[in-house]
C-alpha cells in the first residue's frame, strides 16, 4: 500500500486551540451536510464567531457551538467518539502525532489528566481499544486521501483470501498496515506479521494498529524501503501481500543491479512492479504464497516480456485476475491481482502447467462508482482460484476465466492481459424473423381473361 514520500497529514499547518473546531466538524457533530452548517451561518444571527482559521476554512470555539447546537435543538450530547476525534483533529502537534500518542496509551494505559487520553481510556471501556483506535485512524486516513494511495478493506480481505491461511505474513510496503490487519481475520490469526513503510509516521501508525489488533500474536512494522533497504533479509514468509508503488522511476535500478533477488531478470527502470514481483517471491518459503496488487500495463509491456517469460516456465505466476474498475486507486483502471508462488527446491511440475486468467473487470463492471457488489466479486474469484489451485486446470467459462497452458503464452510478447485471452461468451440465439411464422398462402395464376392488369381481348391484333 504506497505512501507518498510526502507527509501523509499533509504541510505542516499552524494548528488552532485543541477547544477549537471547523465547518466540517461542526456538520459531523450535528449530524448534517456542510451546506447546512453554511445556512446557519447565514440564518441565525446568534450563531458563533469564527475564532480562528481562514476566511475559507473558519475555526469556531467548541464550547461556543455545543452550547449553541443545544439550545437550537440540534444536539442533545455530543458523541464520545465525536468529541474525541475533535480533541485528535484539533491537537496543537496535529491529528498524526495525536493519534499515534492515542495508541501507545491504548497499548499501556495508565492515569492521566490530559483531556486527549483520558476522553480515549474511557471510551475504550465501552468499546475496545482496538475498536477506538481503528475508529481514529479510518477518520484520519480518511482526511489524508490526498497523500496517500490507499488499499479499500474490501479488495485487502480479498487478496488475504486469496493467499489462504499463513503463520508467517509480510507486507514490504504496508501503508496504514490494511493488508496485515486483513490477514489477521483470515481463516484465524496469524503467529507473525510483518510491515514496512518508508513514512516514518505512517509507519508509527502502522505499528500500532497491529498491535492493538494483534496483542496475543508477534508484529512488527519499520521504517525504510523494501527494496533499497529491506528490514528482513533473511525471511521465509508463508504468505506476501503488497500493494506496491505504480510507476516509480527511483526504485533504485542502478544500485541494485546485481542483487540476487534478481532471479528472473534485472527489472528495467521502468518496470518497478517487477521488482516488487521478484521481492516478495525471495521473501516467501517454498511453496508460500503471494498476492500484488499491479497496474494492467504490467501484463503486456515489452519492457518486462523476458520477466514475465521467466516467472511462468518456472511456474512463479500462477493467475492474473483483471478487477472492475473501481476496486482501488486509481479507480478509473481495472487493476490486476497477481497470484505467485515460491517453486520449491525440488519442484514437480504438472503434465501440463497452466496459468489462470481471470476477468471480472467486464463482467462485473459497476454502473456507477461504488456500487461494486462486493460479496459477488469476492466468492467469484476466490471460488475459481480455489478450483484451479485445488485441481492444476479448470474449465473455460468464456467471457470469465480461462486456463491456458503456459507453452501457448510464451511467444514474443508474453502478453497476459486476462480480457485479450478470453474467448468470447456465446451469442444469444437469434430471434425468430417476424415474417418467418407467417403462413405462406399462393393463389393460382388468374386466368388471362380475368386478370385485373392486363384484359384480354381475343379479336384484337
Known amino acids: 500500500m504506497p505512501a507518498e514520500p510526502t507527509n501523509p497529514t499533509g504541510p505542516a499547518e499552524p494548528r488552532e486551540p485543541a477547544d477549537t473546531i471547523t465547518a466540517a466538524g461542526i456538520a459531523r457533530l450535528a449530524g448534517v451536510g456542510r451546506a447546512a452548517v453554511s445556512n446557519w451561518r447565514r440564518r441565525h444571527p446568534d450563531f458563533p464567531q469564527p475564532v480562528g482559521g481562514t476566511d475559507t476554512s473558519p ?273 478509473s483502471l481495472p487493476l490486476h491481482l497477481w497470484i505467485l508462488r515460491k517453486p520449491s527446491a525440488t519442484p514437480t511440475p504438472p503434465t501440463t502447467p497452466h496459468l489462470l486468467l481471470v476477468d471480472t473487470a467486464t463482467r462485473h463492471r459497476p454502473p456507477t462508482r461504488g456500487t461494486l457488489d462486493w460479496p459477488t466479486l469476492h466468492h467469484t474469484i476466490l471460488s475459481t482460484w480455489t478450483t484451479f489451485d485445488t485441481h492444476g486446470h479448470l474449465p473455460t467459462q468464456p467471457g470469465h476465466h480461462r486456463a491456458l497452458p503456459v507453452i501457448d503464452l510464451l511467444d514474443d510478447e508474453v502478453d497476459l492481459p486476462p480480457s485479450s485471452s478470453q474467448p468470447p461468451p456465446p451469442s444469444p440465439p437469434p430471434p425468430p424473423h417476424p415474417h418467418r411464422s407467417l403462413p405462406l398462402h399462393l393463389s393460382p395464376p388468374f386466368p388471362p381473361s380475368h386478370h385485373p392488369c392486363f384484359p384480354y381481348h381475343p379479336n384484337s391484333t
Open 59 to 331: 475555526t469556531f470555539s467548541l464550547p461556543d457551538i455545543e452550547t449553541w447546537l443545544r439550545n437550537q435543538g440540534k444536539l442533545a450530547e455530543i458523541p464520545l467518539r465525536e468529541r474525541l476525534w475533535q480533541l485528535v483533529e484539533t491537537h496543537p502537534q496535529g491529528p498524526a502525532e495525536a493519534l499515534a500518542r492515542t495508541g501507545e496509551h491504548l497499548l499501556d494505559p495508565h492515569p492521566t489528566t490530559d483531556p486527549l487520553t483520558h476522553t480515549a481510556t474511557t471510551l475504550a471501556a465501552q468499546t475496545t481499544p482496538h475498536e477506538t483506535y481503528e475508529f481514529l485512524l479510518r477518520r484520519h486516513l480518511d482526511t489524508a486521501t490526498r497523500h496517500l494511495t490507499l488499499t479499500p478493506p474490501e479488495t485487502a480481505h480479498l487478496m488475504a483470501a486469496l493467499a489462504g491461511p499463513a503463520d508467517t505474513v509480510l507486507d514490504p510496503a504496508c501503508g496504514p498496515a490494511t493488508l496485515l490487519a486483513a490477514a489477521h481475520g483470515t481463516d484465524g490469526p496469524p503467529t507473525t506479521l510483518y510491515g514496512q513503510e518508508t513514512d516514518p509516521q505512517l509507519a508509527r501508525l502502522a505499528g500500532l494498529r497491529l498491535a492493538l489488533h494483534h496483542t496475543h500474536h508477534t508484529s512488527a512494522v519499520r521504517t525504510g524501503d523494501s527494496l533499497l533497504a529491506d528490514a528482513y533479509p533473511d525471511l521465509a514468509a508463508d504468505a506476501v501481500l503488497c500493494h506496491p508503488p505504480f510507476n516509480e522511476r527511483n526504485w533504485g535500478h542502478d544500485q541494485l543491479t546485481y542483487d540476487p533477488r534478481w532471479e528472473h531478470g534485472l527489472p528495467a527502470r521502468t518496470e518497478s512492479e517487477l521488482a516488487w514481483v521478484q521481492h516478495a517471491l525471495a521473501r516467501l518459503r517454498p511453496g508460500g504464497t503471494a498476492v500484488l496488487l499491479m497496474p494492467p500495463a504490467a501484463a503486456s509491456r515489452r519492457t518486462g516480456r523476458r520477466i514475465r517469460a521467466s516467472l511462468l516456465r518456472r511456474g512463479a505466476l500462477r493467475a492474473v485476475i483483471a478487477l472492475p474498475p473501481g476496486a482501488a486507486p486509481p479507480h
